[in-house]
């Protein structure tokens, strides 16, 4: 069983369009992160969602909008794609050990 | 400051050697340092953690050692092996439940038959 999925796996599109990226977690956690990992693979969390309320809303475009229909999946919608939004995106959940933090497989977005 | 600073961006070590890869921090207030590790195509997986009343953790052949004091951790990989080749990063919590993790920069080790 996948523990953290993602789909899809790979995604291109043209600038300016609008697109989603889903992610489900079959672990029970309460915690859930979007993370962006760019061409020099540095990893930066976007946003953080416990319990369905988001907690943390680093410096992210508000193109970028997170959806949690329940705990156990984090959507990502990306309006108005643009070329510096290419980059690998990673989905996340935490459980009780602190800091401990099960990745999805991740979604490359290629906007050309 | 939030920031985890890692070195070397790029390894290279002889099959049977040691890796060595180390990182700095500056917030007192971070209290679960683990380490990553991703390869290419995957997501980043948990490889080994330690919380700062501990020096050394070790599990297999990969060791965590803290200097508190110094505000620095390393991981420490003994008999480095090809399928250890992959991207390694050490990351610290900001505590709290509703904290996150500050990762570092990222070192690419590749380990040569």
């Known amino acids: 069983d996948t523990a953290v999925s993602q789909t899809p796996k790979y995604l291109v599109t043209q600038m300016g369009n609008d697109k989603s990226i889903k992610c489900e977690q079959n672990?029970?956690?309460?915690?859930m992160y979007w993370y962006k990992q760019d061409s020099k693979k540095f990893l930066k969390i976007m946003f953080s969602?416990?319990?369905?309320?988001?907690?943390i809303n680093e410096t992210v475009p508000n193109r970028f909008s997170p959806k949690s229909p329940d705990k156990a999946h984090l959507n990502l919608h990306i309006n108005s794609l643009e070329l510096g939004d290419s980059a690998v995106y990673f989905c996340?959940?935490?459980?009780?050990?602190?800091?401990?933090?099960?990745f999805g497989p991740g979604t490359r977005l290629t906007v050309t | 400051q939030q920031q985890v600073k890692q070195s070397p961006q790029s390894l290279i070590v002889q099959k049977g050697g040691i890796s060595i890869i180390n990182c700095a921090y500056e917030n007192t207030a971070f209290d679960y340092f683990p380490w990553y590790q991703q390869f290419p195509g995957k997501g980043p997986a948990l490889l080994i953690a330690i919380r700062p009343d501990v020096s050394e953790k070790k599990e297999g052949r990969f060791t965590i050692s803290f200097n508190k004091s110094a505000k620095q951790f390393s991981l420490h990989i003994m008999d480095s092996q090809p399928g250890d080749s992959a991207t390694y990063f050490c990351a610290a919590y900001n505590g709290g439940s509703q904290g996150n993790l500050i990762f570092g920069k990222g070192t690419k080790l590749s380990v040569k038959p």
């Open positions: 969602y416990n319990n369905k309320e988001l907690i």
């Open positions: 996340a959940s935490r459980g009780t050990g602190v800091g401990e933090q099960y």
């Open positions: 672990l029970g956690h309460d915690t």
